[in-house]
């Protein structure tokens, strides 16, 4: 689908086929994406290289539960450890120029300090050191290993991956291959969240 002007994108999303994918004939600005993301809360929308942006419906209760369980148990840790702060569902810019929205994101204290107070209402434009994906059951196994792919080629430090479905995770790290935990009861993080552990029961119920 191809749109032109801000007013053109103000459709009702859920009488689309997802996912969906808008080709934008010009880019929209930083500001008129926060706006569409805030006015479609629910949907995942990111962006790729090229500017179009891609829609996808709002995922299940198992999905959202999961979340918010990874959430709080990583701010709950962070705030108490100070090293740096948590933050779910944020949209982060790669190098490459697109935009992704992690389930969950580890950002340094340092890095934090350092963005100016102006732009802490926008995407981040410095990479988490960690990120954690939960997969939905309708995520196809490929396309969520190479976005895992994806996030430590942009420079992350560790990556968690998720699967509630299979009760497995992944662990993914530079210069190394995954990890693959099948029904782990805890997850102990390392490096940049070197002290958190993260117990999984709740997250296969």
Same mark, same amino acid.
């Given at each position: 689908?191809?749109?032109?002007?801000?007013?053109?994108?103000?459709?009702?999303?859920?009488?689309?086929?997802?996912?969906?994918?808008?080709?934008?004939?010009?880019?929209?600005?930083?500001?008129?994406?926060?706006?569409?993301?805030?006015?479609?809360?629910?949907?995942?929308?990111?962006?790729?290289?090229?500017?179009?942006?891609?829609?996808?419906?709002?995922?299940?209760?198992?999905?959202?539960? #999961?979340?918010?369980?990874? #959430?709080?148990?990583?701010?709950?840790?962070?705030?108490?450890d100070g090293?740096?702060?948590?933050?779910?569902?944020?949209?982060?810019?790669?190098?490459?120029?697109?935009?992704?929205?992690?389930?969950?994101?580890?950002?340094?204290?340092?890095?934090?300090?350092?963005?100016?107070?102006?732009?802490?209402?926008?995407?981040?434009?410095?990479?988490?050191e960690f990120?954690?994906?939960?997969?939905?059951?309708?995520? #196809?196994?490929?396309?969520?290993?190479?976005?895992?792919?994806?996030?430590?080629?942009?420079?992350?430090?560790?990556?968690?991956? +998720?699967?509630?479905?299979?009760?497995?995770?992944?662990?993914?790290?530079?210069?190394?291959?995954?990890?693959?935990?099948?029904?782990?009861?805890?997850?102990?993080?390392?490096?940049? +969240?070197?002290?958190?552990?993260?117990?999984?029961?709740?997250?296969?119920?």
């Amino acid at each position: 689908m191809t749109m032109q002007t801000e007013a053109e994108v103000d459709f009702a999303l859920e009488e689309l086929p997802m996912p969906l994918t808008l080709r934008l004939r010009s880019p929209m600005s930083e500001d008129d994406r926060l706006r569409f993301c805030s006015a479609n809360r629910g949907y995942q929308i990111e962006m790729e290289p090229d500017g179009s942006l891609r829609i996808d419906e709002p995922k299940g209760p198992r999905y959202s539960r #999961a979340v918010v369980i990874l #959430a709080s148990e990583l701010f709950t840790w962070a705030e108490q450890d100070g090293r740096g702060k948590s933050f779910p569902d944020v949209g982060v810019y790669l190098p490459d120029g697109s935009m992704r929205s992690p389930g969950v994101a580890w950002l340094s204290l340092e890095k934090w300090q350092n963005i100016l107070q102006e732009d802490r209402d926008r995407f981040l434009r410095v990479l988490p050191e960690f990120v954690a994906e939960i997969r939905c059951h309708t995520d #196809a196994e490929e396309g969520v290993r190479l976005r895992m792919k994806r996030w430590i080629d942009a420079g992350v430090q560790l990556a968690w991956l +998720i699967d509630p479905l299979r009760k497995l995770a992944m662990i993914y790290r530079p210069g190394r291959e995954p990890e693959t935990l099948l029904q782990p009861e805890l997850l102990n993080g390392e490096g940049p +969240i070197a002290g958190f552990t993260l117990k999984m029961q709740r997250l296969w119920e």
